[in-house]
């Protein structure tokens, strides 16, 4: 994997933050504890959801700690492309098409390459191997007794060939060896699956606000400050699902709901959280930011953590 620089871009497209280089995905996952989720999808088979890739799609709250903290940046695509593509020059514009072309007919190559070894698996698997190795794979001694036999375009080993005259014996007339046509390579047409190159690399400096989030936010930034994972917790009717590491590695311990500081809230929600949270083997976890210890330094840094407070709770009335 190539090293990241930081910071690194973070595509902001139609109100949605975006990651489209692999390695900036595992830097974000390895380094700073955001996973995010795949989207992207096949286009033929625009249904499954098995087998995602590239995008990688991150919650507001993941796009805003990264950019609070100075690991990323924000970039208006539909802006950089426009503006890119513009003042591209028309010799840099042939030259990526030329390297398109290039890169279609090797591809083209590499597929041709691999029909030719089914079909010739296919043979072996039946008997039936192509004349030019036949020929290649004959003694000396067996030289007269083949060409004897007629050419049919295959080759077919000498067993089989002596039982066919012994029962049928030599036909009067065989029937003459036809050239099969050759087939054209054409090109595959390629779909670039990032726009740099060709466009410049963007600029860190953006001018873009800060992600809307919501009043969970501080909640967020709290459990990820200590080092803990954050998915999104809809499944469970919760805000997020915290693990204390990499979601691949472990379950989640907490689902964990934020909540205004002076926001009320029912006592049966708190009972039913619990009760959900310790039937599947998890906490339930609720948090929020007291607004007045919330500060903020004057250089623009994140608020204090020390504002937020969060309880665990589990259901033990069974």
């Not at 029909?115 to 072996?124: A, F, G």
């Not at 050419?151 to 029937?175: C, M, V, Y």
């Not at 989030?213 to 009717?237: D, E, I, K, W």
Request: charged share 25%; aromatic share 8%; glycine share 8%.
């Amino acid at each position: 994997m190539a090293p990241v620089a930081e910071p690194f871009p973070i595509s902001h497209i139609t109100g949605r933050y975006l990651l489209f280089d692999i390695d900036a995905i595992s830097h974000a996952r390895r380094e700073h504890n955001i996973c995010g989720v795949l989207v992207g999808t096949i286009p033929n088979l625009s249904q499954q959801n098995v087998f995602l890739g590239v995008p990688l799609e991150l919650m507001p709250e993941e796009a805003r700690v990264l950019i609070e903290q100075g690991h990323a940046y924000l970039v208006d695509e539909a802006e950089a492309h426009q503006t890119g593509f513009a003042q591209m020059k028309r010799e840099d514009r042939l030259a990526y098409l030329q390297t398109l072309d290039q890169q279609g007919l090797e591809r083209a190559k590499v597929i041709q390459e691999r029909k030719e070894e089914r079909s010739e698996k296919v043979l072996r698997e039946k008997g039936l191997v192509p004349m030019k190795q036949e020929s290649s794979c004959v003694a000396p001694s067996e030289t007269s007794e083949s060409t004897s036999t007629p050419s049919l375009g295959i080759g077919i080993s000498n067993k089989e060939s002596t039982a066919e005259l012994s029962l049928f014996g030599r036909p009067s007339d065989p029937p003459k060896p036809v050239a099969l046509p050759e087939t054209k390579l054409e090109a595959q047409f390629i779909t670039p699956t990032t726009s740099y190159p060709p466009l410049a690399p963007r600029s860190v400096n953006s001018s873009l606000p800060l992600p809307k989030v919501a009043q969970n936010y501080p909640l967020f930034r709290y459990l990820h400050s200590m080092r803990y994972f954050s998915m999104p917790g809809l499944r469970f009717g919760c805000h997020y699902s915290v693990y204390p590491g990499d979601p691949l590695r472990f379950h989640s311990h907490f689902l964990a709901t934020g909540i205004g500081w002076d926001e009320e809230f029912d006592l049966l929600d708190i009972v039913g959280g619990g009760r959900l949270g310790t039937g599947v083997k998890k906490a339930y976890l609720i948090g929020g930011e007291d607004s007045d210890k919330a500060t903020q330094n004057a250089s623009g840094d994140a608020p204090n953590e020390e504002s937020v407070r969060a309880f665990s709770i589990e259901w033990a009335g069974l």
